[in-house]
T-cell receptor
Framework: GQNIDQPTEMTATEGAIVQINCTYQ??????LFWYQQHAGEAPTFLSY????GLEEKGRFSSFLSRSKGYSYLLLKELQMKDSASYLC???????????????FGGGTRVLVKP | NAGVTQTPKFRVLKTGQSMTLLCAQD?????MYWYRQDPGMGLRLIHY???????AKGEVPDGYNVSRLKKQNFLLGLESAAPSQTSVYFC???????????FGPGTRLLVL
C-alpha cells in the first residue's frame, strides 16, 4: 500500500520562502509529483522527481530523498497568486498494465499574506 | 487543443438517480483516470484505463462503472447515486506512466 503525509495548512508572508514537506511509505516507488491546485480549479503539474536531489524551476524547487521516503517543495519569493493547495503524489513501480496510478497526499493549503 | 474537458460542470441528483460523466481528451493519450476529491481527503482514484477498451479498478471503485469505447473518451457512470457520492470529480489523462497527468476542470456533483 501507499501512505503519504503532508501538512494540512501553512501560512507565509509575501516575499518569503515556504517549504512543504511530504513523506511517503510505499510498497514500490518510481517517482514523485508535485501539483498546484487553486481553489475551484484542476490540479496543474509543477514537478516530477525520480532521482535523489534538488530540481529547480524558477521560484519553485523540489527535492527528493528516495532512501528517506521524503520530498519537499520549496516556494521562493512568495506571491499572492501562490496561495493554493499543493499536492504531493507518488507513482508506483509496475508494469504497463498497472497504469500510472498516482497516489495523492491530502494536500497542503498555503496561504500567502501581504 | 482543448486538452481535457469534462461534461457537465455541475449537477444535482436525488438519491437513487443515475447519471454519466463524460471526459474527453484530444492529446491522443493512452491512459485516462477518474478521481474524486473530498475535503481533507486529497484525490482518490476511482477507475482508470490503460487504453481503448480497457478499464481497471482504482482505490474507491464501489458504486461507479466506467467505459472506454473510444480512445479519446472515458465515461464514469453512477447507477444509483448516494449522498456519499457528493464530491468533485476530476478526469485526467497521460501519454505514458512516466509523464504527468493532465486534469480536466472537474465536475461538482451534489446528491440530495
Amino acid at each position: 500500500g501507499q501512505n503519504i503525509d503532508q501538512p494540512t495548512e501553512m501560512t507565509a508572508t509575501e516575499g518569503a520562502i515556504v517549504q512543504i514537506n511530504c513523506t511517503y511509505q510505499t510498497s514500490g516507488f518510481n517517482g514523485l509529483f508535485w501539483y498546484q491546485q487553486h481553489a475551484g480549479e484542476a490540479p496543474t503539474f509543477l514537478s516530477y522527481n525520480v532521482l535523489d536531489g534538488l530540481e529547480e524551476k524558477g521560484r519553485f524547487s523540489s527535492f527528493l530523498s528516495r532512501s528517506k521516503g521524503y520530498s519537499y517543495l520549496l516556494l521562493k519569493e512568495l506571491q499572492m497568486k501562490d496561495s493554493a493547495s499543493y499536492l504531493c503524489a507518488v507513482t508506483p513501480l509496475g508494469i504497463k498494465a498497472a497504469g500510472n496510478k498516482l497516489t495523492f497526499g491530502g494536500g497542503t493549503r498555503v496561504l500567502v499574506k501581504p | 487543443n482543448a486538452g481535457v474537458t469534462q461534461t457537465p460542470k455541475f449537477r444535482v441528483l436525488k438519491t437513487g438517480q443515475s447519471m454519466t460523466l463524460l471526459c474527453a481528451q484530444d492529446m491522443n493519450h493512452e491512459y485516462m483516470y477518474w478521481y474524486r476529491q473530498d475535503p481533507g481527503m486529497g484525490l482518490r482514484l476511482i477507475h482508470y484505463s490503460v487504453g481503448e477498451g480497457t478499464t481497471a479498478k482504482g482505490e474507491v471503485p464501489d458504486g461507479y462503472n466506467v467505459s472506454r469505447l473510444k480512445k479519446q473518451n472515458f465515461l464514469l457512470g453512477l447507477e444509483s447515486a448516494a449522498p456519499s457520492q457528493t464530491s468533485v470529480y476530476f478526469c485526467a489523462s497521460s501519454y505514458n506512466p512516466q509523464e504527468t497527468q493532465y486534469f480536466g476542470p472537474g465536475t461538482r456533483l451534489l446528491v440530495l
